[in-house]
């Protein structure tokens, strides 16, 4: 079944530690691949996305993921983390002929100062 | 470009009520998506429209739901006879609807918070 798995539900990092969110996916071909976050009254933003080319894909707000085909994964990084990154992070694949996107259960990050 | 916007930000009603929520697009966008998120869960998708042609419908969508983008701009998201499990968050997104999918970002909206009483 075609699924994305996102092991960690909750994650606490302090402010100004690097930041890893793990993503798993199960897709029968290469996958479009997404990251979200997600604030509290706000709509889903794109932090980046992964079609093809360079594994290591550069996003918005200092955020980059690295695909590994033989890991099945795309894990989120940030090597510095601002209190204001405190939120919920979504995985996500395109599927149904690009026209839908399948999210995993996100992660939510809260960040001590 | 004024983002999508969604309305209402939140719905209260009661068990067997209609409720209809409307999402309005960033403008010249062509597709229009509507998930639905539960409490603990990520985003499941619900149906999508090229223009007015509602082209695919998920299973989670039982036949008290009906959405409708007449015209091709905005869309309404129906829901007859509200039930408890319909209580979630009502998210709407918007595409270029190229076909290179590749630079086809979907962009949502807030949301609508339902809660059935």
């Known amino acids: 079944a075609q699924s994305v798995t996102q092991p960690d539900i909750h994650i606490t990092v302090s402010e100004g530690a690097s930041l890893e969110l793990r993503c798993n996916y199960s897709?029968?071909?290469?996958?479009?691949l997404f990251w979200y976050v997600q604030s509290p009254g706000q709509g889903l933003q794109l932090l980046l996305k992964?079609?093809?080319?360079?594994?290591l894909v550069q996003g918005i707000k200092g955020f980059e993921a690295e695909f590994k085909r033989s890991q099945s994964s795309f894990n989120l990084r940030k090597p510095s983390v601002h209190w204001s990154d405190a939120a919920e992070y979504f995985c996500?694949?395109?599927?149904?002929?690009?026209?839908?996107?399948?999210f995993g259960t996100g992660t939510q990050l809260k960040v001590e100062l | 470009d004024t983002g999508v916007s969604q309305n209402p930000r939140h719905k209260i009603t009661k068990r067997g009520q209609n409720v209809t929520f409307r999402c309005d697009p960033i403008?010249?966008?062509?597709?229009l998506y509507w998930y639905r998120q539960t409490l603990g869960q990520g985003p499941e998708f619900l149906t999508y429209?090229?223009?007015?042609?509602?082209?695919?419908k998920s299973r989670l969508l039982s036949d008290r739901f009906s959405a409708e983008r007449p015209k091709g701009s905005f869309s309404t998201l129906e829901i007859q006879r509200t039930e408890q499990g319909d209580s979630a968050m009502y998210l709407c997104?918007?595409?270029?609807?190229?076909?290179?999918?590749?630079?086809?970002?979907?962009?949502f909206g807030p949301g609508t918070r339902l809660t059935v009483l």
């Open positions: 997104a918007s595409s270029l609807g190229l076909a290179a999918i590749s630079t086809d970002t979907q962009y």
């Open positions: 897709y029968g071909a290469t996958p479009y």
């Open positions: 992964y079609f093809s080319g360079d594994t």
């Open positions: 996500a694949f395109l599927t149904g002929g690009g026209n839908k996107l399948t």
């Open positions: 403008s010249e966008h062509n597709r």
């Open positions: 429209f090229q223009n007015e042609a509602q082209l695919e």
